[in-house]
């Protein structure tokens, strides 16, 4: 926030969003020469792009949908993010217990067409279509990675140990876990490091057309201070406010939204001891994921409820919550309850409204649409799924483009983020290398810091000798060695950015320890604030 008023900087792009769509927009952006800012209003992926399932997934259930484009598009983007980035993204295998009562949701377009052929189905999901469901997702996406789909008897394989004993048998396919907010902030990174500006903490109060030039009016949501950026043209990647920032930011008329779709997970105690994930089908239609989570939990989600205001901070309901639950409890032995809960949190998924009848129906597909009403050029960007965020944003700037004749082609495709720059086959090695380094880290912690920094681990611990070298230790293996590097590198201001979004190590510290974080991590602001003045 250095830049003044009177500077009248002029950028070609000035994305508003510090979500995964508008960091991705950013750095393909600078990446194929534009001069490019953005502005996020709080931290970066505080909303939609922290809260999702943490999946790499071609959506299998969309096929009951007919998206097959969407499918097909996912699943070649799972291998090509999972080259790009196999620190913060891994192959995971998902077992689908079958049973002969799995129905469609809310008569699909498939149930409907089954229902019409063979009306003697009554709803179900037969057999023979989750195989060629299953089919269908293994060779769509031209998989080259991950393995293909196996049947699965439930009474010898240890996936079977947790569930009741009706399950008999089970179809185990491949999909990817993501650390969805960390995507968001190394692609933020890596367009920084290529010449962006990335302002977090920055609300863009207001944006007008003058002439052929933006004029987008910033303010500090800290300190206050504002100042002026102009651009030649403008991305809307708000995400759920994208309908806001059309209405009240920039102030133009457009008949396209938004359906605010709010998905809730919760995070129990750890219910099984392998490491396989589970795709359960509910007798409404519906499916739930249950994954193994941070190594000593496991997370289960998610919903799909409207939610009516974007100004009303998306929460898990009690009915959500015991919905969970008792979806879960059909499927192990164990039952659960409330007291199983170690954690929730929930996200608001900002779909193209569509007309769909159900929030499960509406489409996850994204829409690009550019206003050139009255001068520079806007682009808003409606919908999409984490899984899709690269392609998106390529498809972005094929209609930026076209406002800036000679930009360089897509170029992201396997391009590794901050600290992925290893095989997807080495991270065992590069943890025991990082072990080996420094002998003094636990197993715990060198795997946690490989799976969050990648190759960067070694340079983030630098000559430490022993973990005294590391400066405070706030527990859990957080030492003010790597808050240092979350503040310095990764945009990191509070201890809620740290132990919730550039990591999960919230699960795992006292309200005493996050306070003391958040208390040391001030002091720092306000040491670093003095010695500038």
Request: hydrophobic share 40%; proline share 4%; with cysteine.
């Amino acid at each position: 926030m250095q830049t003044s008023p009177e500077s009248h900087r002029v950028v070609d792009l000035f994305v508003i969003g510090g979500g995964i769509n508008g960091c991705g927009i950013a750095r393909d952006a600078v990446g194929r020469g534009l001069t490019v800012g953005l502005a996020e209003m709080n931290d970066l992926a505080s909303a939609t792009s922290s809260a999702s399932t943490k999946l790499f997934h071609g959506g299998l259930r969309y096929l009951e949908y007919f998206e097959f484009r969407l499918v097909r598009e996912s699943l070649i983007e799972r291998e090509t993010l999972l080259r790009a980035m196999p620190h913060i993204s891994w192959p995971m295998r998902f077992v689908l217990p079958y049973h002969k009562d799995m129905r469609f949701e809310n008569a699909t377009p498939t149930s409907k067409l089954l229902n019409t052929v063979m009306p003697w189905m009554k709803g179900r999901r037969p057999a023979w279509l989750i195989r060629l469901g299953l089919f269908l997702y293994d060779n769509l996406g031209g998989r080259k990675i991950l393995p293909g789909t196996t049947t699965v008897d439930l009474s010898k394989d240890p996936a079977g140990a947790p569930l009741k004993e009706k399950f008999k048998r089970a179809y185990e396919y491949s999909d990817c876990w993501i650390e969805d907010s960390r995507l968001v902030v190394l692609n933020a990174r890596d367009a920084e490091a290529r010449g962006a500006e990335v302002m977090t903490r920055t609300r863009v109060v207001s944006a007008t057309r003058e002439d052929d030039l933006w004029r987008v009016a910033l303010r500090d949501t800290e300190t206050g201070a504002e100042h002026t950026v102009q651009a030649k043209m403008l991305v809307n990647a708000g995400g759920p406010w994208v309908r806001d920032v059309i209405q009240n930011t920039v102030r133009i008329n457009s008949s396209e939204g938004v359906r605010l779709v709010r998905g809730s997970h919760i995070v129990t105690r750890k219910l099984f001891d392998h490491g396989k994930c589970y795709f359960f089908q509910g007798e409404d239609g519906r499916i739930i994921f249950a994954i193994p989570y941070e190594t000593d939990f496991t997370l289960i989600g998610t919903t799909d409820q409207e939610h009516t205001d974007v100004s009303t901070k998306p929460e898990i309901t009690e009915g959500e919550r015991d919905y969970l639950l008792n979806f879960a409890s059909n499927y192990f032995k164990t039952p659960l309850g409330k007291d199983d809960v170690v954690w929730t949190y929930s996200g608001v998924r900002p779909l193209y409204d569509d007309g769909a009848k159900s929030a499960t129906a509406a489409t996850r597909d994204y829409v690009l649409s550019v206003d050139t009403a009255g001068g520079a050029p806007l682009l808003n960007v409606f919908g999409g799924k984490i899984t899709t965020y690269r392609r998106l944003a390529e498809s972005a700037m094929e209609k930026i483009g076209t406002f800036f004749p000679g930009l360089k082609g897509p170029w992201t495709a396997g391009v590794p983020l901050p600290g992925g720059d290893f095989p997807v086959s080495d991270v065992d090695r590069l943890i025991g290398d990082l072990k080996s380094a420094y002998p003094f880290l636990t197993d715990f912690w060198a795997r946690r810091l490989v799976r969050a920094y990648g190759t960067e681990a070694a340079t983030m611990l630098g000559d430490a000798q022993a973990e005294k070298d590391l400066g405070q230790g706030f527990g859990a293996t957080l030492t003010a060695r790597e808050i240092e590097w979350l503040m310095d590198k990764e945009y990191a201001r509070t201890a809620e950015d740290v132990v919730w979004r550039r990591s999960k190590l919230g699960l795992r510290l006292s309200a005493e320890q996050i306070e003391t974080l958040d208390d040391w991590m001030a002091q720092v602001r306000r040491a670093r604030r003095d010695a500038a003045e």
